[in-house]
């Protein structure tokens, strides 16, 4: 399995899964502010826009932070780092997974680049919209979902 | 099974999906344009941000169009409308389904605001690579991914 990533870019999330789930796995690092463009036909297979995190796992290739964590989590710890098919949270570990690229991404760049939200038009609808949606999403417990329960520490 | 939904939004997504698998669901109308939000329990519990399309299937919740689509397929047509997890296409399968919301959305949604891209900094890189990137994906296929084999006829 190789792990295509650069420093301080979003393929850190798929350093950290591979790491949870514990499986052998080499980096390879792209130099994305230099070049701008690694297009060595292996990255760029896995990666058709050209960003990083990219992983090759035997003949599977996927690209997209979100997309690599649902892979690698239901592939070799499903039911552990995500719910299996057919469990209840399975919706809403999906929900929260897609929260980061479809919602805080999009508004974080809206809010830092001094953008007007259209929180009617856009699927995030607006950075404050995306905060308070987070914050009422963790107000009653440590993590969003947990294989630990807070109050009984048992696995649910 | 309930779907909750709007006219003229991604929910058509979703609504799509639901016909393909061909399970039974119902659909109730969120009146998004008007009222700007449906604050009933089960709808937020759903979709904490308050957006169609939102599913409620058992105890599962679930919103964001492509983690519907995801689910569904998944759950009521893997290996079919879904690779199987272990499938080699279920890479490039999450990745497509993550271009969707990670990197059209927020790329047309630049564009039409005439906002200038960063394509270096953003995940969605600039609404002209989103399209290139798109096109080179179809480029040499009728679908993206598909059961049917062009040349062959045959089930991949």
New interface residues.
Partial sequence: MKLYWAPKT?ASRALWMLEEVGVDYEVETVD??DS?RDDSPEFRS?S????VPA?V????????S??IC??VA??YS?GNLAPA??A?S???F??W???T???I??AM?EKF?N?EP?P?R??W?SFD??MQ?LE??VADRTWRLSRRSRKTGSCR
């Fill in positions: 979003r994305i502010r701008g896995a058709p826009l050209g960003k992983l796992d035997g003949d599977v290739r996927v690209a997209e979100a997309a649902l892979y239901d592939r499903s098919i057919d209840a399975r919706g809403t999906l929900y997974l897609m929260f690229p479809a919602v991404e999009p760049s680049n953008i259209t009617g856009s699927g609808g919209l995306m949606t009422q999403g």
